[in-house]
């Protein structure tokens, strides 16, 4: 099993966390930069599940749990 990639497809359509999807750009710029992540290697290729899980960070599962949600109504 291939490891899921958090893309940037995923943050621009998590539902639930405002009265549009999505979450902000520049909040998760800040949230990248706080946990030494590279937001502009993030936005090019997506950054593995794991890593986004080790910050312990709630909206970081959030958003890791929309992108296995999202991959498995792909049928991946």
């Given amino acids: 099993m291939a490891e ?3 893309t940037l497809a995923h943050l621009r ?3 639930g966390f405002g009265p549009a999807p ?3 750009r520049r909040g998760a710029r800040e949230f ?4 030494g992540l590279d937001f502009s290697e993030f936005v090019r290729r ?3 599940a794991a ?6 960070d ?3 599962l959030a958003l890791v749990a929309w992108a296995r949600e999202c ?6």
């Fill in 46 to 48: 997506g950054i593995p």
């Fill in 51 to 56: 890593q986004l899980s080790a910050t312990g």
């Fill in 22 to 24: 999505g979450f902000c």
């Fill in 13 to 15: 359509s998590i539902p």
């Fill in 4 to 6: 899921l990639i958090v």
């Fill in 58 to 60: 709630g909206m970081a």
């Fill in 32 to 35: 990248f930069l706080q946990h």
């Fill in 71 to 76: 991959e498995a109504a792909d049928g991946r």
